[in-house]
């Protein structure tokens, strides 16, 4: 999908005239998570992570890369989207760029760690599982580019 242009909202529900805010999931050092529907896709729930200023480069040569990759450990990549200061009232008062991608539900990394530990499964194991894993999803990402 495009990158779409920075518009006042028809529908103050709307992000980018498509995505309703459902709830934050999280929020980090490296920005906020928030739960979304896309409208324009049978209210498919997606991830929206906003970015930190000065970031729109970099994230955009990432997202073309990554809308080119379908990996069972890798969410996909939706959209980029811009939006101007205040468009989202209180919620988000400032101007932002985020990302849309695929939402992939489960618990935050420390919650999982606390459960996993708690499994019958030997820890070394379960360490090898997830991080083979982690390295085909990066072997995906070095194979495109």
Partial sequence: MAQRAQTKL???QLIAGRYRYVRELGAGSS???WLVEDQAA???LCALKWLEPGSAERVQSELS???RIAHPGLARAYD???VAAGELGSRRPQAGLGIVSEFVSGEPIDRAAGLLLGRR???IELALRVLDGATQALAA???QG
């Fill in 42 to 44: 049978d209210a498919r």
């Fill in 10 to 12: 028809t529908d103050p």
């Fill in 121 to 123: 499964e030997p820890l």
């Fill in 65 to 67: 890369l990554l809308r």
């Fill in 31 to 33: 920005g906020r998570v």
């Fill in 141 to 143: 990402l070095h194979t």
């Fill in 80 to 82: 980029l989207i811009r």
